[in-house]
């Protein structure tokens, strides 16, 4: 099994208004996972993020990175490892320029001028920004900022990386480039948690699903769990992948034998041969 990453216990917050947002969290993160965090809104999963970067802090419990309980002192090192991909990408843009952007991470780091040069470089070559690197991040559309946004935190070489519903808004294209690069962050080991309420993206993506309600995590499994789990779905607002559906009505009519659960076409082809 992959080494443990991110170890969260007896996690509590709650807001200054009264809220309590989460409680008794207990979770594990292992290197690599590719993670869905899902749940209606309200459910808790933004406080979780967070918390799990650092930006808030947790009122009870511990979130240890690498076997390192995190102290206060610790969260800058915390938040430059765990990197946190917000929905709106307007709220986190303040530079003139997208290299102005991608280098206020690396430059926060004290990093040598030289080495945050390079780091914006290769940034703008992993999300292909080239042609955008001297324009004013406020006038690209909805998927060029995201794809600037996540060149952020490609610079910053944050292990884990934390995407707050990154699907929505992002016209199909958009999307579907976006499922690449998450592809190629997986292949080169990075931890990723995804909160989406799209179903049919986590149920083809996700390795592992965690189901917030109320600020508690009821369910925590394979895709193929969760989506059997009619409780879960019911208590969650969740509804069940199209493929998963159409999977489940061919096994039902006899068509297919039961047992291997496509998540892509191609794969509901193969069963159909
Ligand atoms: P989700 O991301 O699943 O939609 P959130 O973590 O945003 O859930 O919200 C969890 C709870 O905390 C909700 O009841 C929400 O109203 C409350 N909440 C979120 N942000 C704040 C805030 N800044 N101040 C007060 N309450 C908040």
Redesign the pocket.
């Known amino acids: 099994m992959a080494e443990e990453i991110i170890k969260i216990e007896n996690l509590a917050y709650a807001?200054?208004?009264g809220?309590h947002?989460l409680a008794h969290i207990d979770m594990t993160v292992r290197e690599g996972e590719k993670i869905a965090v899902m749940?209606?809104?309200?459910?808790?999963?933004?406080?979780?993020f967070l918390n799990l970067n650092g930006v808030l802090q947790p009122d009870e419990g511990t979130i240890a990175y690498r076997g390192k309980v995190i102290g206060k002192k610790d969260l800058n090192e915390l938040r430059k490892n765990v990197g946190f991909v917000f929905q709106d990408a307007d709220s986190q843009m303040i530079a003139s320029d997208v290299q102005g952007e991608i280098s206020f991470g690396p430059m926060n780091l004290k990093l040598p001028r030289e080495e945050v040069k390079k780091r914006v470089d290769e940034a703008i070559e992993y999300m292909n920004l080239n042609e955008y690197r001297n324009r004013p991040p406020h006038y690209l559309s909805g998927g060029e900022k995201k794809r600037v946004s996540i060149a952020d935190i490609i610079a910053m070489k944050s292990e884990v990386v934390l995407f707050?519903e990154p699907t929505a808004a992002l016209d199909p294209l958009s999307a579907e480039m976006l499922e690449e690069v998450l592809a190629k962050m997986s292949a080169e080991g990075k931890t990723l948690l995804i909160?989406t309420h799209d179903v049919d993206f986590a149920y083809r993506w996700a390795e592992r699903i965690v189901v917030?309600c109320g600020?508690k995590i009821i369910a925590d499994g394979t895709p193929l769990e969760i989506f059997q789990n009619e409780a879960v779905l019911e208590q969650a607002h969740l509804k069940k992948p199209a493929m998963f559906t159409v999977y489940e009505t061919l096994v039902e009519k006899g068509l297919v034998e039961d047992g291997s659960y496509p998540r892509v076409p191609e794969e509901l082809k193969g069963v159909l041969k």
Do not use: C, E, H, P
């Not at 749940?39 to 979780?48: D, I, L, M």
């Open positions: 807001y200054q208004t809220t947002a749940g209606s809104n309200g459910a808790g999963k933004s406080t979780f707050d909160s917030f600020g």
